[in-house]
Structure formats: structure tokens, C-alpha cells
């Protein structure tokens, strides 16, 4: 009997400030690297050109400990899925060519992956994968915070995109205002845990009466309390910013939910680490008798299994195939 060859795929994200490699085989991470680059936290903000030299400098050793960790020769490795946008032209570039070298001189084909098409397909790995579709999908993070109509195996459909903040750029930039460090998301998320009245500060949820995603008006408030209160319940002000930002979340999810007939509901991105975000959307799926997805923690942010599970798919002729022709900052959707 003929024995069916394993295939692997190396996948590489470099589009800010985590260089991220894994390589996935039959659709389970069978190694995983990722280095955060904590240089930007004396900036409060990633700097571009000292992300995109912080990734060349991590990239051989991961690759390295991939190859390691996986158990396989570098011959082994069937093909390359590396992000090619959106993200910082610069660190996107590093990644993108040091993957072009490597399949190069391996002969292998090389996969351009759309990083937001990432995120989502995080969601494979989950014990609860998504199998009937469309599934209404938020995808927040630091860069993006927009709402997908996701039937695969087609391409995802945007149906709005955030008007100015991202969700994970507002909780940054507030936690940044209260000096908790970057990234903020975490460090609003543990000092939130502690507190015993999330409604002491009072925010205003953006759009009630409006559809569509805004956080700045938000983020503004947060930076007008501040300079108002000489001394601040830090547990508190975290709750209660973080509860109108997810409030606002929910609420225009849930409004999703009642225009169109949807089998789940998912959250994906780095924001999606959050305990308290997993829990709200686990009772709007309950309350809508959804199914609801979520990838497994480790995979809400950025990381190498995002490319590698797209182009696996791709390589199996499961979804279109996108080969690596450039990198771009901006989204592109499909047609
Ligand atoms: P990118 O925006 O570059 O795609 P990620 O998908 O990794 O990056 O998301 C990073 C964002 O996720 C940051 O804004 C960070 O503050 C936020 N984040 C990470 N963990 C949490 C958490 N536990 N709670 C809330 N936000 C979080
Ligand atoms: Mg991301």
C-alpha cells in the first residue's frame, strides 16, 4: 500500500512587531516560534524601521528552532506561506524576501497570505473549528477592528471597518496615557480583574444609534477623566474603559446578528485574548443560539501558524491560491 507523504508548511509573519514561524502539518501546529520585540516599549508605539531590523535579526534562529522543534530536515519543509499585507511595508519586506531566499533555493512555492485571512483561519485550530457558514466574525486587534461575513470556502466579506481607532489601539494608547506600558491591551485586561465597580467612571459607548466601529471619541474621554481626577481607582478606571469599549463590540455585533442569518459567531486578533471579551461574545452567541469559535489563546495575536494554516489550505487547492508577488500596507479585499 502506497504510505501518503507528510507535507509541511513553513509559515512566517513578520507584518509589525512579532516575527512569528511555525510550521503546520495535516493541519496541527507541529512547531511554533515567536519573538515579541519588546525594544518598542520605550516608545509606547512600534517604530518601523527598528521592527523591520529587530526581525532580521530573530528570523534565522526561529527558523532554526523551527526545524528543531518540528523534528524534520530543511528538505522536508513542502512549502512557504508568508504575510504580505497589511502591515509595515518594512517588516513585511523582511519576511517576505528572506521566505522568497529560502524557496528559492529549496524550489518550493511560495504563498503571499493576507494577514487579517490569517487571524481568521486561526480559528482551524480551535477544538471547536467552524463548520457550517457564513459565521459573523470580529476581528480586533492592534492594527484592525472590522466585522467579516466569512462562508468558507470563499474569501471573506468586510462589512465595516472601524471609521479611526482600532479596538487594540485604543486600549494601548489609554493604557499608554496611564503609564502601564505597551502593549496595553494585557495590562488594562489584569488591572480590570481587580476592580470592584466597572461602572465608577462613567463612558459613553460610542454609536448606539449608528452602525459602524469608532473608538477615538472613546479614547478622548479616557484622556479628559484622567486629567480631571487628581487620584484614580486604576482597577476601576480599567473596568469601566474596557467595558464600553467591548460594550460598543457587542452591541454592533449583536446588530449584525438580527440583518442576516448566521450559524456562529467568532473573535479573532489580539484583542481576542481577552478573558472578559471570550466570555460577553459566548453569551451573545448563547442568547442568538449560535455556536461560537475563538482561537486558542496563544493564536489571538500575531503568529507563524496564521500564514502556515492558509497556505496549507492553499497548497491542498481548498481555497483560491495567492503565490508571493509583493508586499502592501493597505487591505486589499477579494474579488
Ligand atoms: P496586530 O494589530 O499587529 O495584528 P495583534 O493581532 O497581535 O497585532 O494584536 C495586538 C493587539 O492586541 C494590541 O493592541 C494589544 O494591546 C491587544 N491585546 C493583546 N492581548 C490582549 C488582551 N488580553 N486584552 C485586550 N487586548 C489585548
Ligand atoms: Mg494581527
Not at 511595508?89 to 524557496?103: E, N, Q, R
Not at 492594527?143 to 494601548?172: C, Q, V
Not at 479616557?222 to 487620584?231: F, G, T
Request: proline share 4%; with cysteine.
Amino acid at each position: 500500500m502506497a504510505t501518503v507523504k507528510n507535507t509541511y508548511i513553513l509559515g512566517i509573519e513578520t507584518s509589525c512587531d512579532d516575527t512569528g514561524l511555525a510550521i503546520v502539518s495535516n493541519g496541527e501546529i507541529v512547531a511554533f516560534e515567536k519573538s515579541s520585540q519588546g525594544i518598542h516599549q520605550n516608545t509606547n508605539g512600534v517604530v518601523p524601521q527598528i521592527a523591520a531590523q529587530e526581525h532580521l535579526r530573530e528570523i534565522n534562529s526561529l527558523f532554526q528552532s523551527c526545524l528543531d522543534g518540528a523534528g524534520i530536515e530543511i528538505e522536508e519543509i513542502s512549502a512557504i506561506g508568508v504575510t504580505s499585507g497589511p502591515g509595515l511595508i518594512g517588516s513585511l519586506a523582511v519576511g517576505a524576501s528572506w521566505a522568497l531566499g529560502l524557496s528559492q533555493n529549496l524550489n518550493l512555492p511560495i504563498y503571499g497570505i493576507n494577514h487579517l485571512e490569517g487571524h481568521v483561519f486561526t480559528l482551524f485550530f480551535s477544538d471547536e473549528k467552524p463548520k457550517k457558514f457564513p459565521v459573523l466574525v470580529l476581528l480586533a486587534s492592534g492594527g484592525h477592528t472590522m466585522l467579516l461575513d466569512w462562508s468558507y470556502p470563499k474569501a471573506f466579506k468586510r462589512i465595516f471597518n472601524t471609521r479611526d481607532d482600532s479596538a487594540g489601539e485604543a486600549l494601548d494608547k489609554v493604557a499608554t496615557m496611564l503609564n502601564l506600558g505597551f502593549p496595553g491591551g494585557p495590562e488594562i485586561e489584569r488591572h480590570a480583574e481587580q476592580a470592584k465597580d466597572e461602572l465608577s467612571y462613567r463612558f459613553t459607548v460610542p454609536m448606539r444609534n449608528k452602525t459602524g466601529f469608532s473608538f477615538s471619541g472613546l479614547k478622548t474621554e479616557a484622556r479628559k477623566k484622567i486629567r480631571e481626577h487628581d487620584e484614580l481607582n486604576l482597577a476601576d478606571f480599567c473596568a469601566s474603559f474596557q467595558k464600553a469599549a467591548f460594550d460598543h463590540l457587542l452591541d454592533q455585533s449583536e446588530k449584525q446578528l438580527s440583518l442576516k442569518q448566521y450559524h456562529g459567531i467568532a473573535i479573532v486578533g489580539g484583542v481576542s485574548a481577552n478573558q472578559k471579551l471570550r466570555k460577553q461574545f459566548q453569551s451573545l452567541a448563547q442568547d442568538h443560539s449560535l455556536c461560537f469559535f475563538a482561537p486558542p489563546l496563544k493564536l489571538s495575536t500575531d503568529n507563524g501558524a496564521m500564514p502556515a494554516i492558509v497556505a496549507e489550505k492553499m497548497l491542498n487547492g481548498e481555497i483560491e491560491t495567492s503565490f508571493l508577488t509583493g508586499v502592501y500596507s493597505r487591505f486589499k479585499s477579494k474579488k
